[in-house]
């Protein structure tokens, strides 16, 4: 339902900027890029269709700006991730759990741009394209550091895993059923983790190798 002109409440442009995307990413989620309409948005928001234009130019520069969003939080959660421990195996799973989480989290629009058919759309690709590349670089990085692989090798490690664990988040998404986020997120970190372990460790060799 739309607010009169006269209680609306009064934003500086940035607020009022943040509220049109979390209108609009409410409206994509609930009926889809290609049936929600600006006016759509703009009821949802309460504002008039012309102050909706005032902040983005396009019902497409609405989503890359929805998209962009989502995109920086997901590398800034996956850094943080990395950084929040020591220990291998528990930076692994708290990267894999970073990827269900977001899944699973009402309103995160990881869905709406990692699960869209707007992937074809030249501007969303490049996006996704820098995201996905962004995140196998974060691992990549962690990768080279803590084992003897090479930067270009621990860069194709870093791809891998980070598609592994979207690509499975993804589908559980999808395909609900009895299998807990907790039990999936288990089954993806045993398979990275079995996968990084056969990597040569920096500087370890023989069983000093084996004993990691």
């Not at 130019?57 to 700006?65: A, C, M, P, R």
């Not at 995109?71 to 220990?87: F, P, R, Y």
Request: glycine content about 8%; aromatic content about 6%; charged content about 25%.
């Amino acid at each position: 339902m739309s607010t009169s002109p006269e209680n609306r409440p009064r934003l500086r442009r940035d607020q009022r900027r943040v509220q049109l995307l979390d209108a609009a990413l409410e409206a994509f989620s609930q009926g889809g890029y290609h049936q929600t309409l600006m006016d759509d948005i703009a009821d949802r928001a309460g504002v008039s269709k012309p102050v909706l234009y005032q902040h983005f130019d396009s019902k497409l520069d609405l989503y890359l700006g929805i998209a962009r969003g989502v995109a920086d939080e997901v590398l800034t959660t996956l850094t943080a991730a990395l950084a929040s421990s020591d220990n291998n195996p528990e930076r692994i799973r708290a990267c894999v759990a970073t990827f269900f989480d977001f899944v699973d989290r009402p309103g995160s629009g990881f869905p709406l741009l990692f699960a869209s058919d707007m992937g074809q759309e030249p501007a969303v690709a490049a996006l996704l394209e820098e995201t996905r590349r962004a995140c196998g670089e974060a691992l990549a990085a962690e990768v080279a550091e803590a084992t003897d692989v090479p930067r270009e090798e621990a860069v194709l490690v870093g791809m891998a895993l980070a598609g592994v664990a979207q690509t499975a988040a993804m589908h559980w998404y999808r395909s609900p059923g009895d299998l807990s986020k907790e039990r999936a997120t288990d089954v993806v970190v045993a398979l990275a983790w079995r996968g990084l372990d056969g990597l040569p460790v920096e500087g370890a060799t023989g069983a000093h190798q084996d004993a990691r």
